[in-house]
């Protein structure tokens, strides 16, 4: 028997070498999956695939490379008609517009929702007023009166004659039970796919949420679908944020919803009813708050996954006065970690509001988002809140120059592996109409007792530094 496993084990060793040693990633973190490829022989292999390896990813984006890439080309051409680089007035636009691909827009008018009631009031009046078509994405839809209330609308919508397609992360939609409604907008006429159709796409989500109402109306934010995003759980009030968006910054959402259609659909028709550019209509918009959409993922840059994390890097490295986030879930890169640790040391005024509570996993969001909190804090005069609920919203405010607010969370998954949007503007009037919602969210939030939190129980410490192991899943 030892004849039989001892070569086996050998040809194993090899494999796991050679699959680590092509990897791209920093030599200490590849040595760190070799041990674990080691010790844990078969589960350690497993945990590789679906964790620690792009390969699969990588994969998957060369296929579409091949079976939609020209659509795809076109897509960015019809997105892009006629809105060349436009003049910029900041590095940060520069960098958004040369590394990201996004395009600077000026004529938009932004409305601001931080309670789920006044988003899908808005939201749903938009939809029932759609004429030609309606694009919706979400990360995650609930089975209750909100998602039935979509679905009926969109129902109504397409016996009107309205193009409906819609689009969910098969994860995140895993334990909704949301199939029931969807089969009904299906058995009407409406379009619906599932972003990740594959099983082995279960580490690659797509975290985005998007609508785009006849090509002029946008949302997006972090808001999925469901009425915990309006009433709350557990008597637990949800705090979170969503934009409306009028103008040209519009056709960016429609490039990223029909991009993610496209590659998601598996069959050789993907169901659009018209030819790109009707997706695209002539915008005659009269706002003034500048607007550029960031998103991963794109045909143009489809082979950087970095996008998000070095935007917030490029972000974050230029404050001088101020860096305020939001986030549920806190387990950045050492990247991110680094730059929040040297601005505080440079007196920048950094602080991290996150939640207390949460829907779903609160022990394990809870023991991972504080081992990096602690760590962070060890050696900086980062300031730390706890909101007083469950704080879902996905915000940065820099200076009094720039402003994100999209799907994307301070932790590992979001930065570097998930498809994610944001959308930045340096509109002097919607940052500071965003900063009177972070000092009110402030007074609602109870500031970390940093002298008791420092020095926690060797038995909390073990659990949480055992549990940031699994941080790449959160």
């Not at 609308?153 to 939609?173: A, F, H, P, T």
């Not at 509001?353 to 969001?365: D, R, V």
């Amino acid at each position: 028997m030892q004849k039989i496993l001892y070569p086996i084990y050998i040809a194993y060793l090899i494999l796991i070498i050679s699959l680590v040693f092509f990897d791209r990633r920093k030599p200490m973190v590849r040595f760190s999956w070799i041990l674990a490829l080691i010790f844990i022989p078969g589960i350690g292999l497993l945990l590789y695939l679906f964790i620690g390896s792009d390969r699969f990813l990588d994969y998957r984006k060369e296929k579409i490379r091949r079976r939609r890439g020209a659509i795809l080309v076109e897509l960015e051409q019809v997105a892009n008609n006629n809105c060349g680089p436009k003049p910029v007035s900041s590095k940060a636009q520069l960098f958004h517009q040369n590394y990201c691909g996004s395009i600077l827009t000026t004529d938009n008018e932004v409305e601001l929702y931080t309670k789920g009631k006044d988003k899908y009031e808005r939201l749903f009046q938009d939809l029932q007023e759609a004429k030609d078509h309606i694009h919706i994405q979400y990360f995650a839809f609930e089975r209750d009166f909100i998602g039935k209330k979509l679905i009926n609308i969109l129902i109504e919508k397409v016996n009107q004659g309205v193009e409906v397609k819609l689009m969910y992360d098969s994860i995140g939609c895993l334990l909704t039970f949301i199939y029931p409604l969807l089969h009904k907008l299906k058995k009407a006429g409406g379009q619906v796919s599932t972003i990740r159709p594959h099983a082995l796409d279960v580490n690659y989500r797509n975290h985005r949420k998007i609508v785009v109402i006849d090509g002029k109306v946008g949302y997006t934010g972090g808001m999925n679908i469901g009425s915990k995003y309006q009433d709350g759980v557990r008597n637990l009030v949800w705090r979170d944020t969503h934009i409306r968006i009028v103008g040209s910054a519009v056709k960016y959402l429609q490039q990223v919803f029909l991009f993610d259609w496209i590659t998601s659909i598996k069959k050789p028709d993907i169901g659009l009813r018209y030819e790109l550019c009707h997706y695209f209509p002539k915008i005659f918009a009269t706002g003034k708050t500048d607007v550029q959409v960031v998103a991963n993922g794109l045909y143009d840059k489809y082979k950087q996954q970095d996008i998000i994390k070095l935007s917030y890097f490029n972000l974050m490295s230029r404050a001088n006065k101020r860096v305020w986030i939001q986030t549920p879930y806190f387990a950045p890169s050492s990247l991110i970690m680094q730059t929040l640790k040297t601005l505080a040391a440079l007196g920048v005024d950094v602080r991290i509001m996150t939640s207390s509570s949460y829907a779903f996993g609160g022990f394990f969001h809870r023991s991972i988002g504080n081992y990096f909190l602690r760590h962070l804090m060890e050696c900086s005069d980062v300031k730390v809140y706890k909101y007083n609920g469950i704080m879902h919203a996905k915000t940065m405010l820099v200076d009094d120059q720039g402003l994100c607010i999209g799907s994307v969370n301070l932790n590992t998954r979001s930065l570097e592996r998930d498809d994610e949007l944001y959308v930045y503007s340096e509109s002097k009037e919607l940052i500071e109409q965003y900063e009177k919602v972070f000092l009110k969210d402030f007074k609602n939030s109870t500031e970390l007792d940093y002298v008791k939190f420092k020095k926690p129980p060797i038995l909390v410490r073990a659990v949480e530094s055992a549990m940031s192991f699994f941080s790449p899943l959160s």
